[in-house]
């Protein structure tokens, strides 16, 4: 890099020298500009100084170019031109070719039902792009997307920072997840509830779920997992009872189709999870194209619920789903 490039020639100096050569007036230019008049003097000035010679002689009222200030407009204006179109060009994104990595913070129970969706529609429309599952919860996920840590996340969300977007994407219930074949369940009562031994979701790696917390009812808790996605091989073969979200459930019996669902015999009320992603990304073509499939997952396996919030997977027995 010449040294006087990097210490006198600032480029927006030949922004006002095209402007200015332009106009052949330093008043319209200022004006065009939105500068003040001595602020664009003072800029020709620094500019002849780093070029070394005139670039601009009085001609009447107004401004002529020097055989120098002819040379150094034809070979700016092109530049500048290019530049400025570079600049406001939206980006070119193309699903078939882009190789971007998506960093999805994706609750558990959301990962069961919506990454191999997911993945099967990248592989056919994406089939370049790749995903990084993060984990997390209503805990953890502000923090990830204040951070931009995240590119979106599929969780249940309290309260987030003012940069976070967010949207409902379908409303969850909990239901009862048994194995009919050793869970002898007719109509379950809550006694029978009760009575069973339970496998629970546990973020905190203890013996509570989501009945002990909102019922204030302790059960009798055989096992307790950190995640989702193991529930349906421990309920199976076992007498053990999951409270699990009603989505949830349904695609543990998509591959496991002898498990049953019950309603619970008490109230415990669902909530929305979710589709949150830092502003920063709104405008973000891959994001946005990420974004969109997520959605056309979520309305394929669930339909409308309370205030157009989406609700139970189509064909899914009725009732709420838990932990």
């Known amino acids: 890099m010449p040294e006087n490039y990097g210490r006198d020639l600032d480029l927006n100096l030949l922004r006002v020298f095209v402007v200015v050569a332009e106009q052949r007036s330093v008043t319209q230019a200022a004006a065009r500009l939105y500068l003040t008049q001595p602020a664009v003097s003072a800029a020709l000035r620094r500019l002849t100084a780093a070029i070394g010679v005139p670039l ?38 193309d699903p078939r070719t882009s190789e971007r990595t998506l960093r999805l913070g994706l609750a558990d129970a959301a990962e069961v039902w919506l990454l191999p969706e997911l993945l099967a529609l990248l592989a056919r429309d994406a089939p370049h792009m790749r995903v990084i599952s993060i984990p997390v919860n209503f805990r953890s996920v502000g923090d990830a997307l204040a951070a931009q840590r995240l590119d979106a996340a599929i969780t249940v969300a309290d309260e987030l920072p003012p940069s976070v977007r967010r949207e409902p994407l379908y409303w969850s219930e909990f239901v009862c997840l048994y194995d009919p074949r050793h869970a002898r369940i007719g109509r379950l009562r809550e006694a029978d509830y009760f009575a069973h031994d339970h496998v629970v979701v546990s973020y905190n790696g203890d013996l ?25 091989g421990l309920v ?88």
């Open 56 to 93: 601009f002689a009085r001609q009447g009222r107004g401004l002529a170019l020097t055989g120098r200030g002819e040379q150094l407009l034809a070979g700016s204006r092109a530049h500048l031109a290019a530049l400025v179109d570079a600049a406001l060009a939206p980006a070119a994104f």
């Open 208 to 232: 509570r779920g989501i009945v002990e917390d909102v019922l204030h009812k302790q059960r009798r808790i055989r096992c307790s997992v950190s995640a989702f996605a193991n529930l349906g």
């Open 236 to 323: 199976e073969g076992s007498a053990l009872l999951a409270t699990v979200p009603d989505l949830v459930a349904h695609h543990i019996r998509r591959v496991r189709p002898e498990l049953r669902v019950r309603r619970l015999p008490f109230s415990l009320s669902g909530g929305a999870t979710e589709l949150v992603w830092p502003g920063a990304v709104e405008d973000d073509a891959p994001c946005r194209f990420a974004r969109d499939r997520i959605r056309a997952i979520a309305r394929r396996w669930v339909r409308p619920g309370p205030r157009g919030v989406s609700a139970r997977p189509s064909g899914a027995a009725r009732g709420p789903s838990a932990r």
